[in-house]
């Protein structure tokens, strides 16, 4: 769940500087924040880049 308070700046530290790129820094931070992440490089994360899958997924075809 999200954070009930604000805080600025907001955004993670991308070097934007045009509106698109501001947003595009905005939205990241938005997402990390949701998925309980720190927004660091994945070079920097020790394990595996996503969290086991709780359930298998059918590769076939239809």
């Given amino acids: 769940m999200l ?3 604000l ?14 790129e501001i947003a595009l820094a905005i939205v990241a931070e938005i997402q990390a924040r ?21 359930h298998s997924i059918s590769m076939e075809v239809l």
């Avoid at 805080?7 to 698109?20: K, N, Q, V």
């Avoid at 720190?38 to 709780?54: D, I």
Wanted: without cysteine; positive net charge.
């Fill in 34 to 54: 949701r998925n309980q992440r720190n927004g660091r490089p994945l070079r920097e994360k020790a394990g595996t880049v996503h969290a086991p899958a709780s």
């Fill in 3 to 5: 954070q009930t308070r």
């Fill in 7 to 20: 805080h600025s700046p907001i955004g993670l530290d991308l070097g934007s500087e045009t509106p698109e």
